[in-house]
Each structure stands twice: as structure tokens, then as C-alpha cells.
């Protein structure tokens, strides 16, 4: 049983952490507690990419009182979480896991197809890295390649998650910007990459499956 593990451990090292974790410890069950939100993202984006999602379950505290005690949820994902809460009244707090599953998209993509992205020696890649590789030009090619009849279909999707400029900038920070991200846009960012993911899994074009 692991409490809040990562209290004496630099950021610099979380990750390996999870790897340590996956790796070394995979045949034991382990109870983990964190309040390093950013540290529970990468673990669920770890496990995917490792194909381990289905040895995990993550459950979030949301809140307690004292009449209740905590009021606990269960989200085995990162999609599971913007699956509840794309919504009009939500929408808006979904930068953070917009950021985790699309850059997740991209990195997996992107070791199957084997894009050349430009090295960082901090290892620290986000997804305009990816972009700017290539990967809409080399997915598209792909893709259409795979499926010539929904040409159309597959460049909306792309054009639906890559083509929205700073979407999950806007609104993964308290800025003016977040207002004028419009529910549909976000509707549309989480379809294209649904629909994406499906195509890639699908063809083989992406890691881990």
C-alpha cells in the first residue's frame, strides 16, 4: 500500500515511478493514493500505452462532508471522465483531460508510424511537437490509404481535433479565451478523436494495439 507516494520525489521522476510500478511490480496488487492530479493523468496514460488499463481502477474523491463522509467516483479513463462531463454546464473544465487523451493519441500514433519528431532532452513532448512533425499529413495519408471511399470523413475528423487552434489551451487556463470555446467545438473535438482512435485501432496504426 502506497500513501501519497511521490511526497519526497521530484517531478522530474514521477513518471519513472509508474513505470517502476508497471514493470517491477505488475504482479501485485497495489493500493495507491495520490494528490497529484497531474501524476494520477500519466499513470492512466502509462497504462494504456502499455496495454495494462485493464489492471487498473481509478477512483476520484470528489468531495466529502461530514453527514456523507466521501463522495467517491470511479473512472477507469481519462475518456470515461469527458464521456460524464461533456455537457453544457461542463464542458469548459475538460482541458486537462482534452490534453491527456489527445496527447496520448499522438504519442502512440505517432511510435507506429514511426514519425520523426524533433528530439527533447527533457522528454517533455506536447502535442504541437507531433503536429508540427507531420502526423495530420502522415495519419491522413494512411488513413485514406486504408479507407479511399471515406476521404471526406477522415479529413473532418482530422481537421476536428488538429484544426481547432488553442481549444485545450483555452481551456486548460482561467482565461478570457475559455469563454469562447463553444460546446459544440468541444463536441466535435471529442468525436473526431474518438472516431480517429477507432480508424487507427482498426489498421494498426497506433501502439499498444
Same mark, same amino acid.
Given at each position: ?8 520525489? #521530484?517531478?522530474?521522476? *514521477? ?5 517502476? $510500478?508497471?514493470?517491477? %511490480? &505488475? ?40 453527514d456523507t463522509g ?33 496527447? #496520448?493519441?499522438?504519442? *502512440? ?5 514511426? $514519425?520523426?519528431?524533433? %528530439? &527533447? ?51 486548460s487556463h482561467n ?35
Amino acid at each position: 500500500m502506497l500513501d501519497d507516494v511521490l511526497t519526497s520525489i #521530484d517531478k522530474e521522476h *514521477r513518471r519513472r515511478v509508474g513505470e517502476l $510500478l508497471f514493470t517491477e %511490480f &505488475k504482479d501485485f496488487q497495489i493500493i495507491l493514493t495520490t494528490h497529484d492530479e497531474h501524476w494520477n493523468e500519466l499513470l492512466q496514460s502509462s497504462a494504456r500505452a502499455m496495454g495494462l488499463q485493464n489492471q487498473w481502477q481509478y477512483i476520484q474523491m470528489n468531495g466529502w462532508t461530514v453527514d456523507t463522509g466521501p463522495v467517491l467516483s470511479v473512472s477507469d479513463s481519462s475518456w470515461e471522465f469527458i464521456a460524464e462531463n461533456l455537457t453544457e454546464a461542463n464542458y469548459r473544465n475538460l482541458g486537462g483531460p482534452f490534453r491527456v487523451v489527445l496527447e #496520448d493519441f499522438l504519442t *502512440r500514433t505517432s511510435a507506429k508510424v514511426e $514519425l520523426r519528431v524533433r %528530439f &527533447k532532452s527533457d522528454g517533455k513532448y506536447t502535442a504541437g511537437d507531433f503536429v508540427l512533425a507531420g502526423i495530420a499529413d502522415e495519419l491522413r495519408k494512411l488513413l485514406v490509404k486504408a479507407e479511399p471511399s471515406n476521404e471526406v470523413a477522415i479529413g473532418i475528423d482530422i481537421a476536428r481535433v488538429l484544426g481547432q487552434g488553442d481549444l485545450i489551451n483555452f481551456l486548460s487556463h482561467n482565461n478570457p479565451g475559455r469563454l469562447e470555446v463553444t460546446f459544440d467545438q468541444a463536441h466535435d473535438f471529442s468525436s473526431g478523436l474518438c472516431s480517429l482512435l477507432a480508424r487507427c485501432e482498426k489498421h494498426k496504426l497506433i501502439k499498444g494495439k
